[in-house]
C-alpha cells in the first residue's frame, strides 16, 4: 500500500470571490453577496457558496495531480465559511483503491468544519474533460 504525504493549503476567501462566484454560477442568494441582509440572518455575514469550497479543494488536487481527473466527490457543509475568514483545506490519501481516494476538510481558524468529504482521482487517458 502506497501512502502519500497529508496536504494542506491556506487560504481566504474575500467578498469579490463571492461575488465573482455567483456572476460565473448565476447563483446570486444573498446570503453570499449582500452583506446588509446577510447580517440580519443567522450567520451574520454573507458566507461562502459550497461549490467555491469545492473548486478551490478541485484546484489543490489538480495542482498536486495534474496526471489525473476526477472521478467522483462526495461533500459535505456542516458550517459556514465567511468572507475575510483564514481557511485550512486538509487532504489525506486512503488506501490501495484503484485510483487515489482522499478525505477532504476545509476548516476555519476556530477548527469548524466548513467543508467535508471524499474525492477520487483516476489516471488521465487523455479523453476530454
Do not use: W
Request: charged share 20%; aromatic share 8%; proline share 8%.
Amino acid at each position: 500500500m502506497t501512502m502519500l504525504n497529508p496536504i494542506e493549503e491556506r487560504f481566504c476567501l474575500s467578498q469579490h470571490d463571492f461575488n465573482q462566484f455567483a456572476d460565473l454560477s448565476g447563483d446570486h442568494n444573498p446570503i453570499h453577496v449582500d452583506p446588509d441582509y446577510s447580517a440580519r440572518t443567522r450567520f451574520g455575514a454573507t458566507v461562502s457558496h459550497g461549490m467555491l469550497l469545492f473548486t478551490v479543494l478541485r484546484g489543490c488536487l489538480h495542482r498536486h495531480f495534474p496526471d489525473h481527473q476526477l472521478a467522483e466527490q462526495r461533500l459535505m457543509f456542516p458550517s459556514p465559511a465567511y468572507a475575510g475568514e483564514p481557511l485550512a483545506l486538509h487532504l489525506e490519501h486512503h488506501g490501495d483503491a484503484p485510483g487515489l481516494v482522499f478525505s477532504a476538510r476545509i476548516v476555519n481558524a476556530d477548527g469548524h468544519t466548513c467543508l467535508e468529504g471524499q474525492c477520487s482521482l483516476k489516471p488521465d487517458t487523455g479523453s476530454p474533460r
